[in-house]
């Protein structure tokens, strides 16, 4: 599967070794096509034995429920072991206490560190004090890059190539981290990315992030002759004030119905990264529709994460 970059020259050398995973932004195209190879790699065969005697540390500070799981059961299926440590985030401050309790743990022989906090860059201030690899499991607003990966693996699966494909990614993009890494891996491999929601949840700003990427306040036009429509969850625990007026509001305005879905091309896929909360962001028939792959979004997710434990973890492994 290639995702066919748009520039090849552009962060096209050949893949240097990757001491961490905290975002999608810094990574160059050879690094991110590598990751998906080796994830259709595991699809074929896994190396069930790679992280024998592994300690994978999964520290999560911030609610989860299928990216927690996911890393799990990818490093479990690599042999590794993991400690899961879950922690309410409004207790914990970005710092001292953080770095604190990172020492502590650096004591049990870890070989690698998996990490949610509501906190943009807590991943990478504890990437610059421990010694073994940390992943990004989605940092506050800032980047979600396992998500973006697994997000590319399955419109590959569908579409076979991300370049020239529209992309509509619809709902809160300003506090979206997936929304921000999806935006620097599909522009990078040159989709046209058209970004939708209301105005005071996507700044017009987010239009010069990257090339190929567009705002748009109506639907409609997000919509039209779609390949991939991604909806995104309001993220309503980042807000400390209300940015749209009411959700009847939203829903008229920006629920992607089966009704609004026809504007897409008939052959467009349907992805959300979850939690969704049907009737508002997503039409419930849109969902479960044949359009929908959100379930198979979940099952790339693994795979997804075995390649980046095996890569960072692993690190020796063969590139396919
Ligand atoms: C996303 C997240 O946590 O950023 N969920 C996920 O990882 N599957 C999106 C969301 O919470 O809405």
């Known amino acids: 599967m290639e995702a066919q970059a748009a520039s090849p020259s ?37 190396p069930e034995k790679l992280l024998a005697g592994c300690r994978i540390l999964l520290l999560f500070y911030e609610a989860s429920t299928r990216t927690r799981t996911s890393f799990e059961v990818a490093a479990r299926r690599l042999g590794a072991e993991t ?36 906190d943009s860059g807590a991943p990478a201030l504890v990437a610059r004090h421990v010694d073994v690899p940390v992943v990004n499991a989605g940092d506050g607003m800032h ?29 809160d993009i300003l506090h979206s981290r997936v929304a921000r890494s999806n935006l620097w891996l ?34 409609e036009e997000a919509l039209e002759g779609a390949d991939v429509v991604m909806v995104l969850r309001i993220q309503m625990e980042r807000m400390r004030e209300a940015f749209f007026p009411s959700e009847a509001e939203y829903v008229q305005l920006y629920s992607v119905t089966a009704d609004r879905l026809r504007q897409a091309r008939p052959d467009a896929i349907v992805m959300h990264p979850g939690p969704m909360i049907r009737g508002v962001e997503i039409g419930a028939e849109v969902a479960d529709s044949p359009q929908s792959v959100i379930r198979e979004q979940v099952e790339n997710g693994v795979l997804i994460r075995m390649a980046v434990l095996a890569r960072l973890v692993g690190g020796r492994i063969a590139w396919p």
């Open 10 to 46: 552009e962060g096209g050398a050949s893949p240097r070794a990757l001491p961490h995973l905290l975002g999608i932004e810094p990574l160059g195209i050879a690094e991110i096509q590598a990751l998906l190879d080796t994830a259709a790699a595991f699809h074929r065969h896994a």
């Open 143 to 171: 980047e979600h890059p396992t998500q973006a990966l697994l997000d590319a693996f399955t419109i590959l699966r569908h579409k076979g190539r991300i370049a020239g494909l529209k992309v509509a990614i619809i709902g």
């Open 186 to 219: 599909l522009s990078r491999f040159g989709a046209d990315v058209r970004l939708c929601g209301p105005p005071s949840l996507l700044p017009r700003a987010f239009a010069s992030f990257a090339p190929g990427v567009s705002v748009t306040y109506r639907l």
């Open 83 to 118: 400690v899961s440590i879950t922690a309410a985030s409004s207790s914990i401050e970005k710092g001292e206490s953080l770095l604190d309790t990172v020492y502590t743990l650096r004591a049990m022989a870890i070989d690698g560190i998996v990490m949610r906090h509501a």
